[in-house]
């Protein structure tokens, strides 16, 4: 982010650097996968071009851990060959795979005990023997959960509750480092994470990794393995599966799950709109020559640079492109295409304190007025959230319950750009309107996790328009497969679950980049329909992959 926006742009205060530069390191490459490995191949493209203009060529030293294909991500990255280095000298024990599956409490729905209960007692049993752990968890509220049960658990054994820490996005940098370093020195026997600590922090060599529901990838689940038995120690992981059906299937199939390499990631650096603001950015930086090529051949390249001079972004002189636009390029494009900034959190009750932060598109959903906020599992209620000033207002209080905000999303078709018929169905290309608005809370009891309560959300909505790919199928669908309608509502949400998980195999994007949606109803077709749409706004080219690959993508769907 600071080579993109600091750096870069003003590279003559960096005539130094840029003359000297002899190596470029690039850690954890298999993080730069989706939209995130698109921008920083571009950035990289940038940073190449300012390292000719002062006659330095740097080397490239990339590291990654678990995926198929590190040396393919590198060459991609830096668009140069690579020698790949793949034998691991790294110290390793011997290593104990457990695939838990919680007992069933209610078999005609299908759900088992509660995957975060169950991997709360795990690693209480653990914690009093006095054997180091981490617990991998899904989201930011489990990461809550499960360190609140893990301190009572330590309150009731008469240790120091400090023995057990949370840790995860939101929290103050000093304290993230506070928490790594007690890892380190045995201070911390128990330490519950979000994917935050999957990265290459140095926490020392921890006896017991345990994750509550599967991670979504092979190559996570390895990732997040590879934090027990850093030494010559025995080590043992322990996959508690939730009730989701991917879960199921992985624990039902451990041959599947062994059997697989880690996925590959993949990254398309020449996606037209990520192109293009990068191409921005480095005109910014130096004018353009004629015969010059940025990512595409020669001839595309100038093909681009015409289309931005006719927009009166660039002027062209003498065969050389200029900037001419007043705005700074850089500081308009966020690598991760996100809303920009954050929502501090403040406690009212230490004359506005600081205690944490959380990203914008997260905060209606997250800090909403009265909702509990769980920090370390300290509990602070919401008082006011001011998106404006992107500030939450919040207090210290101890309840028995935790808040879980629920989310109306509203699609509306606002073009059909392709369409073509799909079997009986129909598959269109096209851009849609999408509104998200958190509405109701849940109050969940700690413990039994049994609903005491609800409460309204008054927030504004929050409205995107983005490009999205979707299947019509035949009005009288219910009657063809002598469907309920709730039977078709929940067979059109498991596909539509289905075809998000296969889509980023096929389209050169993470899966945190795409969503799904079904509907019995079409708001525009009157149709049943699922939707898949883009995650940030404006689309980034991934819908159009999804229209050209949607054969390959149902028959992975059905496998």
Not at 68 to 86: F, H, Q, T
Not at 171 to 194: C, D, F, H, K, W
Not at 509 to 523: G, I, K, N, Q, T
């Given at each position: 982010?600071?080579?993109h926006t600091g750096i ?157 820490r949370g840790y995860r ?34 926490i020392g060599s921890l ?353």
């Open positions: 982010d600071i080579l870069l742009p003003h590279h003559t205060i960096w005539l130094r650097l840029f003359e000297n530069l002899e190596y470029v390191v690039i850690d954890e490459i298999h993080h730069y996968r989706g939209v995130f490995g698109s921008h920083l191949a571009n950035v990289i493209r940038r940073l190449k071009r300012i390292c000719a203009f002062y006659g330095s060529r740097p080397r490239f030293i990339c590291c990654s851990a678990t995926i198929a294909n590190p040396g393919d991500v590198a060459e991609r990255l830096i668009e140069e060959p690579v020698e790949l280095i793949n034998t691991n000298g790294a110290p390793s024990g011997e290593k104990h795979i457990l695939f838990y599956n919680p007992p069933v409490v209610n078999a005609e729905l299908g759900i088992r005990a509660s995957s975060v209960l169950k991997a709360a007692q795990i690693a209480a049993t653990f914690l009093s023997r006095d054997i180091q752990s981490i617990v991998f968890a899904r989201s930011r509220l489990r990461v809550e959960i499960l360190t609140t049960y893990l301190k009572e658990a330590a309150r009731k054994m008469g240790r120091d509750e400090s023995l057990v996005g939101g929290y103050l940098p000093n304290e993230r480092r506070e928490i790594e370093q007690g890892l380190r020195e045995g201070r911390v026997m128990a330490v519950v994470s979000t994917n935050a600590l999957e990265l290459g922090i140095d006896d017991v990794c345990i994750m509550a529901g599967y991670a979504g990838s092979v190559a996570s689940t390895w990732q997040q393995a590879g934090r027990a038995g850093r030494r010559n120690k025995t080590a043992l992981v322990v996959l508690v599966a939730s009730s989701a059906p991917l879960d199921q299937y992985i624990i039902e199939h451990p041959d599947y799950f062994f059997g697989q390499n880690p996925e590959n990631a993949v990254i398309d650096p020449n996606n037209l709109i990520i192109l293009a603001s990068h191409a921005k950015c480095a005109a910014f930086e130096l004018p353009f020559h004629e015969g010059e090529s940025f990512g595409l051949d020669p001839h595309s390249t100038a093909d681009l640079l015409d289309f931005l001079a006719e927009n009166r972004i660039l002027r062209k002189a003498g065969g050389k492109w200029h900037w001419s636009a007043e705005a700074y390029p850089a500081s308009e494009i966020s690598l991760r295409t996100a809303a920009p900034g954050n929502v501090v959190i403040l406690d009212v009750s230490r004359d506005g304190a600081v205690i944490g932060e959380v990203d914008y598109f997260s905060a209606p959903s997250e800090v909403y007025p009265n909702a509990i906020y769980l920090h370390e599992s300290r509990q602070y209620q919401v008082e006011n959230l001011d998106l404006q000033n992107r500030k939450a207002y919040a207090r210290p209080v101890e309840v028995d319950y935790y808040t879980d905000a629920e989310m109306k999303v509203d699609l509306r078709v606002l073009d059909r750009l392709r369409e073509e018929p799909f079997g009986q169905a129909a598959r269109v290309l096209g851009e849609l309107s999408v509104t998200w608005l958190p509405t109701v809370y849940k109050k969940i009891k700690f413990g039994t996790h049994e609903n005491v309560g609800w409460g309204e959300i008054h927030l504004p909505e929050q409205t995107m328009h983005t490009a999205a790919f979707w299947f019509e199928f035949p009005e009288d669908l219910d009657v063809q497969l002598d469907a309920t309608r709730d039977a078709l509502s929940g067979g059109l949400l498991g596909l539509a679950s289905a075809l998000r998980q296969v889509s980023p195999v096929h389209v050169l994007c993470d899966l945190s980049d795409v969503r799904s949606h079904a509907v019995l109803r079409s708001p525009e077709s009157e149709r049943p329909a699922i939707f898949l749409y883009e995650k940030w706004p404006g689309g980034a080219g991934f819908s159009e992959k999804l229209f050209t690959h949607a054969r390959f993508i149902v028959e992975a769907a059905r496998e």
